[in-house]
């Protein structure tokens, strides 16, 4: 099939500018909110994604898998694993086993402060840091027992929406009645932790009246242990009620549970861009019905439909291309890394190639579907029908 | 045989009960090179009868022979292929494609052929020097008069040097000077390339510059049904 001129198709754009700037306008507006939409989703998995080592295993309290925060474990859980389970990594003797208390508690500047954000508080042993490899103290040191002493994640000021300075070191929060001395921050790029205030184990477990734990985290030496010993382990030790998952086996569960929150974020994305490609049809609708002798005469000179419907695509994915182009270049700009406040924590939207290609995929598509309709109809006139329009 | 050639050739539309036969059992034949003017009222079936002749329409019933090819069996590509070798079609308001130069007007047919660049542009200059517009190649139609326009039209049919010509009211929308001015310009193409032409006209005038006027009443020809450029007969029935 022989095409009509590139040329054509471009020139075309230029005949109706309204109808140009629409579609240009359109497709932008659409892939923008693609994009946004695809960034939070990847955004969202891949911080759940990283926040599992490998090589970790959680054990929470027996009926309280999907929640750290809600299990509940007796505090010598840890001591009796760390004692007697094999196939545990250590470092000069110390066992990889990190007792952990994870509760999610209001945080306020001051203390007269009413409504602050809900924040996780992490209260850790220095077992910790052997434990999630990813977190490194960017600035100032490790909270010291019994001073309410505390690190915040890098994220945690986007998470209370506050600004940076509120949250640097040297400054006090409020949470549970009682200030807390800010001492260090940590990093640990794209997960939940980055979002989180750690503390002293005991200090958490005084203020909060709790002699429980809410999880033992530990790394397995992959040559010595695996999973199965763990849960055999738990099955053995019946009096401790421990159930054992994998890290990564947690964080999919979480990944499952907002799932509802992704499906209805990328159909709200898509019920736009379907209002987009509606806009669009009737715009190429009346744009291509004042061309109906034109494209009769074409194909009286001999092209056939298909190319003519070549064009009119061509055409229409010149001007959709341009505005999701822009619409990508702008959503990089201004989305990727964004901070966006969660019920998990605060993460980063992320503007990578795949939400930058889902993005102009939806541009270029919004292109196609609007104009095939009123092509069609156009095309399937007979020619001397269409000569007499 | 003849190089058109018309069989019992009608054309019906059916809208609901309706039925409208704008061509009614049509015999016709016409000699290759005869300049032939089609005259009748409105409504009488001239464009019907050209769309026919030009492969853009398809008869209800009856035969269609041009050049030894019945056209009437082709499919729709296969028509689509024909007409860009073998047709040229003249429009009364030109139909020339807006947002594109008189040269690339006048290129766009060749551009269904497997040519060069160069002999594409030979063409293309040739025939447009042919039709006195060797000087506005780079003219949009909107630059141009409706004269001009025409003859841009006339060289893009010409262009891929087909042997029939098909033109409806061709002048309609012309003043008289630029009318004359066509029509002298398909007369030449008649006399000096053998073109075979057919012309749809309402005007008497311009009918004189055929070599044959036939006329069309209710879808039925009504003057001599064998024409051709040596034929005895002249005008109408
Ligand atoms: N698609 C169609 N559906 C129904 N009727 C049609 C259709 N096309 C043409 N006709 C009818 O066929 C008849 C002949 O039409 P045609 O266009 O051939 O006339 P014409 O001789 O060219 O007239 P004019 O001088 O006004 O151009 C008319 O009555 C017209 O209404
Ligand atoms: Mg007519």
Redesign the interface.
């Given at each position: 099939m022989?095409l009509?001129?590139f040329?054509?198709a471009v020139?075309?754009l230029?005949?109706n500018p309204l109808r140009t700037a629409l579609s240009v306008g359109g497709a932008s507006l659409v892939a923008f909110l693609v994009l946004g939409a695809a960034a939070f989703v990847t955004g969202m998995r891949q911080s759940l994604a990283v926040s599992a080592s490998p090589d970790n295993v959680i054990l929470l309290g027996t009926g309280s898998e999907e929640s750290i925060e809600r299990s509940q474990l007796a505090f010598r859980s840890a001591a009796v694993v760390a004692a007697s389970l094999r196939g545990i990594r250590r470092r000069l003797g110390v066992p990889y086993v990190s007792p952990e208390v994870h509760v999610a508690l209001s945080v306020t500047r001051t203390a007269s402060e009413q409504s602050g954000r809900l924040t996780v508080i992490r209260g850790v042993t220095s077992a910790a840091f052997l434990v999630h490899p990813a977190l490194e103290i960017v600035q100032g040191r490790v909270p010291v027992q019994g001073q309410n002493e505390v690190l915040v994640g890098e994220r945690l000021a986007d998470k209370l929406g506050l600004p940076p300075e509120d949250v640097a070191v040297g400054r006090t929060l409020h949470f549970d009645g009682q200030p807390w001395t800010v001492v260090g921050r940590f990093s640990a790029p794209g997960t939940v932790m980055n979002a989180e205030i750690w503390t002293a184990l005991t200090d958490l477990q005084v203020v909060t009246q709790r002699d429980t734990l809410s999880c033992v985290i530990l790394t397995l030496d992959p040559a010595q242990g695996e999973l199965a010993d763990v849960q055999a382990f738990a099955a053995q030790r019946l009096d401790l009620e421990l159930t054992a998952l994998a890290e990564a086996e947690y964080y999919a569960g979480l990944d499952a549970f907002y799932r509802p929150v992704r499906i209805l974020i990328m159909l709200t994305a898509g019920l736009i861009a379907l209002g987009g490609v509606l806009g669009g049809l009737n715009i190429a609708h009346a744009a291509f019905a004042s061309r109906a002798?034109?494209l009769?005469?074409?194909?009286?000179?001999?092209?056939?439909r298909g190319a003519i419907l070549v064009s009119l695509i061509q055409e229409s994915l010149i001007g959709h291309a341009a505005g999701a182009l822009v619409a990508c270049g702008l959503g990089y700009a201004l989305l990727d890394g964004l901070s966006v406040r969660f019920s998990m924590g605060a993460f980063g939207l992320v503007v990578d190639g795949a939400v930058v290609a889902t993005a102009l995929g939806a541009g270029l598509l919004l292109g196609v579907v609007g104009t095939l309709p009123p092509a069609f109809r156009l095309l399937s006139a007979?020619?001397?029908e269409s000569?007499r329009a | 045989m003849s190089f058109v050639e018309c069989r019992a050739l009608e054309r019906t539309y059916t809208r609901g009960d309706n039925t409208i036969t704008p061509l009614r059992a049509l015999d016709l034949e016409i000699e290759q090179g005869t300049f032939l003017a089609l005259m009748g009222p409105s409504g009488s079936g001239k464009?019907?009868l050209l769309?026919l002749l030009?492969g853009?329409?398809r008869p209800s019933s009856g035969e269609l022979r041009i050049d030894g090819q019945e056209i009437t069996t082709l499919s729709r590509?296969a028509l689509?292929?024909w007409?860009?070798?073998a047709v040229g079609?003249v429009?009364q308001?030109y139909?020339l494609?807006?947002?594109?130069t008189a040269y690339?007007n006048v290129e766009?047919?060749l551009?269904?052929h497997d040519l060069s660049r160069k002999e594409r542009h030979r063409r293309t200059a040739l025939t447009l020097e042919l039709v006195g517009l060797a000087d506005r190649h780079d003219h949009y139609p909107r630059q141009l008069s409706g004269g001009q326009e025409q003859r841009v039209a006339i060289a893009?049919a010409l262009v891929t040097d087909p042997q029939l010509i098909l033109a409806d009211e061709p002048t309609g929308d012309l003043d008289a000077e630029a009318a004359k001015g066509i029509m002298t310009l398909l007369a030449a193409l008649h006399r000096d390339l053998g073109k075979t032409l057919v012309m749809v006209t309402h005007d008497p005038k311009t009918a004189t510059f055929a070599d044959l006027t036939l006329h069309l009443e209710k879808g039925r020809l009504v003057s001599p049904a064998t024409v051709g450029a040596d034929a005895p007969a002249e005008g109408g029935a």
């Open positions: 022989k009509l001129p040329e054509y020139r075309n230029g005949r002798r034109e009769g005469t074409l194909q009286v000179l001999g092209y056939l007979e020619i001397p000569l | 464009t019907t769309n030009a853009i329409d590509a689509a292929r007409r860009s070798v079609y429009f308001l139909h494609v807006p947002v594109l690339e766009l047919p551009l269904l893009r």
